[in-house]
């Protein structure tokens, strides 16, 4: 009797413990959420600000991790092109020559979405007493035609040039937009990142350097004189959003296929009002009328 009394008691515990643990399962409808990770990768342009964004959205996202990591726009599009990456940042549009790569391998066509918009900045050092350059003036400098800076309105001395490295989106912006495809000079010293050149240009007197504007701190921007108005315009957030601003672009994610699932509700929030007030706290500039990705 007392043998019974000990199993069935067992028994009840056994029940009461299934009950309380779930024998180790979940109720149903209530299965832990797998843990999403989503890798971001390119435009160092871009990279404070997605930076910014995986920050913030992951207090409101436990389940979900974005991992965001530089290296240039040309290093995003290859990565995404060689299925490393979810999203490839760009400062720069893809090239056809990407986009079809994309679609071979993959079997679809490469999903755009604009998701800031941008001014690239002159950056000169504080002191420099230069207020303007025509975009004519800024290729002459960077074609090593002009090489000092009285030649442009400024005190005498020779221009120290500095841009970004061949796999950088803000690079063949810059080369189309203002070079007309021409190659750089061989002086130009070539830095990693905008952060770098602004850091250079803040201890250099005489130099020049190029990058998005919200990376200009404690260092003087020099207005450029658009081709049409001919007025000297700031990169300020209504130039750029209006188009008056010559060097104005759009900032981009690619993807390999239409977003869905944990992609697509991270880049429906980084289109919101709250992810593309970010992207004004960040130094940029948010869309106007910003949409979400089909």
């Not at 004519?136 to 000092?148: A, H, K, M, P």
């Amino acid at each position: 009797m007392k043998g019974l009394l000990m199993k069935s008691a067992v028994m009840v515990l056994s029940a009461l413990l299934a009950v309380g643990c779930g024998d180790g399962k979940r109720p149903p409808g209530e299965a832990a959420k797998k843990k999403a990770t989503i890798t971001d990768k390119g435009s160092d342009t871009m990279v404070q600000l997605a930076q910014r964004w995986a920050e913030e959205y992951a207090k409101k996202n436990a389940n979900v991790s974005v991992q965001v990591s530089g290296g240039g726009s040309g290093t995003g599009i290859s990565a995404l092109i060689n299925g490393t990456t979810d999203i490839a940042n760009a400062s720069r549009p893809m090239k056809p020559e990407e986009r079809e790569q994309v679609k071979t391998k993959f079997g679809a066509d490469v999903v755009e979405i604009p998701v800031a918009r941008d001014g690239i900045a002159i950056y000169a050092h504080e002191s420099n007493t230069v207020d303007s350059l025509t975009v004519e003036q800024l290729r002459s400098i960077y074609l090593g035609q002009i090489t000092d800076w009285k030649d442009v309105g400024g005190a005498p001395g020779k221009i120290i040039l500095y841009g970004r490295e061949n796999s950088s989106g803000t690079y063949e912006f810059f080369k189309e937009h203002v070079l007309e495809k021409k190659d750089f000079p061989a002086d130009v010293q070539t830095l990693s990142g905008t952060g770098a050149i602004v850091s250079a240009v803040t201890k250099d007197p005489k130099g020049i350097g190029y990058g998005g504007a919200g990376y200009a701190k404690g260092i003087k921007e020099i207005k450029v004189v658009s081709p049409t108005t001919k007025m000297a315009i700031a990169p300020t957030e209504e130039n750029v959003l209006s188009g008056a601003y010559p060097l104005a672009r759009n900032l981009f994610f690619y993807l390999r296929t239409q977003p869905t699932g944990a992609i697509k509700e991270y880049i429906d929030w980084v289109l919101s009002p709250e992810g593309q007030a970010i992207v004004k706290e960040s130094g940029y500039f948010p869309l106007k009328g910003a949409g979400q990705p089909s």
